[in-house]
């Protein structure tokens, strides 16, 4: 008895319980306890880069930002080794199109330069998320206590909700999308909600950060997370 217990510690626990999201439908992640979450990929600023009465223009739009909401989002970064296949390709392409000789010749030297210095090198590119929560016990006007006690009895099984209600709640989610998206845009940021196929691409990618490198989802549009029983 001991021995099994012991061998089933060693093997640890199904990526499928570790990760908490039940599906992703219409762009959004329905998660298991029957909340729902959207996600923003947000541009960058060189913030050193900006004058000092630029930098205290951000951060007052910052702060503003910060202060207009009521709920809590999550800002998330991800640094990963920059990939450069796909531009490597298209030059490939172009260089294959090209009609002079010793420009053909230049682009090949190009690509061999590029991918030798991202060999050698750990070139890393950062991608800002932020995410935006909603839980269906908000849209009633239930008092604290009871949205509390009924979150908890909705994390403790899976919550039934018709077609209609699903887009009840995404309307209401996305209102708030679109709040923040337009806060971020105020800062000077570029904001965009991702989509069914790019959320599936997001966590491919960061659940499968070896595999995702070096096979790619080709037809990702085909593909979703199989809806459990309603």
């Known amino acids: 008895m001991v021995d099994e217990m012991k061998s089933t510690e060693k093997k640890g626990k199904p990526s499928q319980v570790l990760v908490r999201l039940k599906e992703i439908r219409d ?14 990929m947000v541009s960058s600023i060189n913030f050193a880069l900006k004058s000092e009465d630029e930098q205290s223009a951000i951060i007052f739009a910052y702060q503003d930002f910060l202060n207009s909401l009521d709920y809590p989002i999550q800002i998330t970064i991800s640094s990963r080794k920059a990939d450069i296949t796909p531009y490597l390709e298209e030059v490939k392409v172009l ?27 750990s070139i890393m590119t950062k991608t800002f998320f932020v995410t935006i929560p909603f839980s269906v016990t908000q849209a009633s006007k239930e ?20 077609e209609q209600e699903f887009g009840h ?16 845009r ?35 549009g085909q593909l979703k997370i199989e809806e459990t029983e309603r």
């Not at 762009?27 to 923003?40: F, K, P, Q, S, W």
């Not at 260089?95 to 090198?121: A, P, T, W």
């Open 27 to 40: 762009g959004v992640l329905v998660l298991n306890d029957g909340t729902m979450r959207a996600v923003i």
């Open 95 to 121: 260089r294959e199109k090209q009609q002079n000789e010793l420009l053909r010749v230049q682009m090949g030297e190009y690509i061999n330069f590029v991918s030798e210095l991202v060999k050698d090198s």
């Open 143 to 162: 008092g604290f206590f009871a949205r509390i006690f009924k979150g908890a009895k909705a994390a403790t099984g899976n919550q039934k909700i018709t």
């Open 169 to 184: 709640y995404r309307a209401q989610l996305y209102q708030r999308v679109e709040q923040v998206a337009s806060g971020l």
């Open 186 to 220: 105020a800062i000077g940021l570029r904001a965009v909600p991702l989509k069914t196929p790019e959320l599936l691409e997001l966590f491919y990618n960061f659940y499968n950060p070896m595999t995702s490198h070096n096979q790619r989802l080709h037809d990702v």
